[in-house]
C-alpha cells in the first residue's frame, strides 16, 4: 500500500511495511537428521527444515522485522482470532532441485500475489510480494543445500507461507494483530498413483465452494469442511471428490485441484477444457495457469483451448459417444495426476488414457514441458533460479 492508502485506512503515520533486508538470524544449535524416505512416508506428522521465517504485524505500527529462527512451537492466546474465526490464509510452493545442481521456484510471482489476494479477502495484512519472495529465498539458501542436497537432484521440498490472526479478542472484528510466518517441509509425490486417480462425484447435499464466495481465496475454511466428503470417499475405494456445483452439476475441482478435460467436441475439434474463474467457486491455480499457458501457445494449432462451465451430463454423454479423450487435476502439491474413472450415481466413466502409460498425450506432454522448466533442463523464464548461501 502506498502511504496515502494507509493514511486513508487509518493507519499511523509511523507504520513500517514489510522489508526483507531488515530480517534477524538467530540459527539453531540443535540441527536434525534429514531424514530418509520411509521415515518421512511413515510419520504422522510433516517434517520441516531446521528454520522458519516469522514477522509479526499490528494495526498500530506495521511490521516487525523478519526472523529467521528455528522450526519450533508459536507461542498464541486461547483467544487469538485465527482459531475461532478463521482468519488464516495460506500459500502452497515448492523448491526444486534441478538436474542442473540448481535450486529452483516455478513461477513464485504468481503465488505472492495469490497471498496479496487472499490476505485482503480474509481481513489481514498485506505482505508486499516482493517482499515476501525475498523472504522465501532467505529460507530456501539456507536451509535447502543441507534438506534438499545436490545428490537429490529431481526432488522437491513444499514451501508454505501463511499468515493468522493473533489479536486475543472474541467477537468478529478484523485483527488487529496478525503474524506472518514461512515454514518448508517435505511431501511425498501424489501425481503418480498406480492405475490412475478414481474420483467419485460430491453428494448432493454438500459443495465446497459458491457463486462470490472465497473458494479463489487459499483460506483454511475451503479445505477442512471438504474432508467429510472426502473420507466417505475414500472409505468407498475412491482417491478423491469431483466437486460438482448446482443444478446441472457443473464441474469445479478435484479435492482441492484444478480439473481438466480433452475431448472431441461434437464438430470434430479437439478441446482441452477446464472451469472458468469468474464465478470465484475455483483457485487461480499457478499449476492450471501453466497449464492453459503452455497449451494455448504451443498446441494452439491442433488444440481448442477453452475455460467455461461445463457438467457432468456433458462428460457422461461424451464419454458414451466416444469423444472423451483425457481427464487430469492438476495443482502444486498434485503436479499433473491422470484420472482414469469418474463415478456419479450410476454411471462410470472410464478413461482409458488415465491408466495407460501414466496419461493421454497431452497429458503427458504439458506435464513434460512443465517438469523441464521445474528442474531446470531447459532454461525458462518460469523456472527461478535461487542463490544458496555461500554461492553470493
Known sequence: MSTTQLQ????????????????????TTELRAVPDDTIVGSSDETICTDHMITAEWTKANGWSSPELKPYGPLSLLPTSSCL??????????KAYRGYDG?????????????????????????????ELLKLIHVL????????????RSGSFMYLRPTMIGTQPQLGVSTPKKAMLYIVMSFMGRLDNIPGGMRLETSPDDMVRAWTDGFGDAKVGANYGPSAKALNATQGRGFHQV????????????????????VWKRLDGENELITAPLDDKIILDGVTRRSCLDLA???????????????????LIEANDQGRLLEVFSCGTAYGIGPISQIVHGG???????????????ITNQIRDWLVEIM????????????TERGEE
Open 375 to 386: 528442474y531446470g533442463t531447459v532454461e525458462h523464464e518460469w523456472g527461478v533460479v535461487v
Open 84 to 93: 475461532h474465526y478463521a482468519f488464516q490464509c495460506f500459500e502452497g510452493m
Open 8 to 27: 486513508e485506512e487509518g493507519y499511523c503515520q509511523g507504520y513500517r511495511p514489510l522489508v526483507a533486508s531488515n530480517i534477524t538470524y538467530h540459527f
Open 296 to 314: 494455448r501457445l504451443r498446441l494452439g494449432d491442433d488444440l481448442i483451448v477453452t475455460e467455461r462451465r461445463f457438467n457432468i451430463q456433458e
Open 347 to 361: 454411471h462410470e466413466i472410464n478413461i482409458p488414457t488415465g491408466a495407460l502409460r501414466g496419461g493421454g498425450r
Open 242 to 261: 469431483l466437486w460438482l456445483y448446482g443444478p446441472k452439476g457443473n464441474c469445479t475441482e478435484t479435492g482441492g485441484s484444478n480439473f481438466f478435460v
Open 102 to 130: 540448481r535450486l529452483r521456484l516455478f513461477r513464485p510471482d504468481r503465488n505472492a500475489s495469490r497471498f496479496q489476494m487472499s490476505t485482503e479477502r480474509i481481513s489481514l495484512p498485506t505482505a508486499e510480494p516482493d
Open 140 to 151: 530456501i539458501s539456507i536451509d535447502g543445500p543441507k534438506w534438499l542436497p545436490k545428490s
